[in-house]
């Protein structure tokens, strides 16, 4: 019997998601359907429990629902918590298990795809938001030299250092902080991607081999990609990889079996232009 599952987001029309599962079902033997669900916006629990009740094994979970998608679980995963936020949803009898695959979908990207391991290195994230906590605890579990978070909002950084006290020491501040320091690995954890708005990021930031990051995906050179590329950075790259990294993770999760996403990769990939 074919086995049900979905991705729930609003709007959800550009989703990949459907695509990417179909490709790992058929490249595992898995017989599973996987569908785009637009939810409400006021009406995601109630979209879940309708899908779980006509026989849904379990959801991936795109923006605005991440919070939600947390909430309403029975039961979550360290990263989850960590994060306050959950991307991925498994329906298990009466209860609702929850994960955040979403920054070991972007440590994967970062270390088989683009041959970029993160020990030793010094790493910076840009922004201090969901995107930002669920990739704290991949990325300090590969004991990077220096882990730190810059935000427009110093307080809202510092509060992340704080919440992950007890599990990687963080530099955190504003941007002007950045002054004087240089990274290896620069992400773009910030919605600018999408809002083609441009960040105050200091001279000298990127360090000299460095790769610089966009979350974003789809989205051709951000403007973080091009301020990357106009400080000298050849290495760019946007959040295909993360997103079929975590694809894959879910899939696991939910399946046993880890599908090969090298085939989906060369699939989805385009220039960055």
Same mark, same amino acid.
């Given at each position: 019997?074919?086995?049900?599952?979905?991705?729930?987001?609003?709007?959800?029309?550009?989703?990949?998601?459907?695509?990417?599962?179909?490709?790992? *079902?058929?490249?595992?033997? $898995?017989?599973?359907? %996987?569908?785009?669900?637009?939810?409400?916006?006021?009406?995601?629990?109630?979209?879940?429990?309708?899908?779980?009740?006509?026989?849904?094994?379990?959801?991936?979970?795109?923006?605005?629902?991440?919070? $939600?998608?947390?909430?309403?679980?029975?039961?979550?995963?360290?990263?989850?918590?960590?994060?306050?936020?959950?991307?991925?949803?498994?329906?298990?009898?009466?209860?609702?298990?929850?994960?955040?695959?979403?920054?070991?979908?972007?440590?994967?990207?970062?270390?088989?795809?683009?041959?970029?391991?993160?020990?030793?290195?010094?790493?910076?994230?840009?922004?201090?938001?969901?995107?930002?906590?669920?990739?704290?605890?991949?990325?300090?579990?590969?004991?990077?030299?220096?882990?730190?978070?810059?935000?427009?909002?110093?307080?809202?950084?510092?509060?992340?250092?704080?919440?992950?006290?007890?599990?990687?020491?963080?530099?955190?501040?504003?941007?002007?902080?950045?002054?004087? $320091?240089?990274?290896?690995?620069?992400?773009?954890?910030?919605?600018?991607?999408?809002?083609?708005?441009?960040?105050?990021?200091?001279?000298?930031?990127?360090?000299?081999?460095? +790769?610089?990051?966009?979350?974003? %995906?789809?989205?051709?050179?951000?403007?973080?990609?091009?301020?990357?590329? *106009?400080?000298?950075?050849?290495?760019?790259?946007?959040?295909?990889?993360?997103?079929?990294?975590? *694809?894959?993770?879910?899939?696991?999760?939910?399946?046993?079996?880890?599908?090969?996403?090298?085939?989906?990769?060369?699939?989805?990939?385009?220039? +960055?232009?």
């Amino acid at each position: 019997m074919t086995d049900r599952y979905a991705v729930l987001g609003h709007p959800i029309g550009h989703s990949k998601s459907p695509l990417i599962h179909s490709l790992f *079902a058929r490249a595992t033997g $898995q017989d599973i359907a %996987y569908t785009a669900i637009e939810a409400p916006l006021d009406g995601f629990a109630d979209t879940v429990r309708r899908f779980r009740a006509e026989g849904g094994r379990g959801v991936n979970v795109s923006l605005p629902f991440k919070l $939600q998608a947390f909430q309403m679980a029975t039961e979550s995963g360290e990263r989850a918590r960590l994060a306050g936020a959950a991307n991925c949803l498994k329906f298990d009898g009466e209860r609702i298990l929850a994960d955040n695959f979403d920054g070991v979908g972007l440590v994967n990207d970062l270390q088989r795809n683009l041959a970029c391991p993160l020990a030793g290195k010094r790493v910076l994230l840009l922004g201090a938001g969901g995107a930002t906590r669920g990739a704290l605890l991949p990325i300090a579990a590969e004991r990077p030299a220096l882990l730190a978070v810059a935000n427009r909002t110093p307080d809202k950084a510092h509060a992340l250092r704080h919440d992950f006290a007890a599990h990687t020491p963080l530099q955190t501040g504003g941007y002007e902080t950045l002054t004087g $320091q240089a990274f290896d690995v620069v992400i773009n954890a910030t919605s600018t991607g999408l809002s083609q708005d441009a960040l105050p990021l200091p001279d000298g930031l990127f360090a000299p081999g460095a +790769l610089a990051y966009e979350m974003v %995906y789809g989205k051709g050179l951000t403007p973080f990609l091009r301020q990357a590329q *106009a400080a000298g950075v050849s290495r760019v790259a946007d959040g295909v990889g993360m997103l079929v990294e975590q *694809a894959a993770e879910a899939f696991l999760w939910w399946r046993g079996v880890r599908p090969d996403t090298r085939a989906v990769l060369e699939q989805l990939t385009v220039p +960055l232009v």
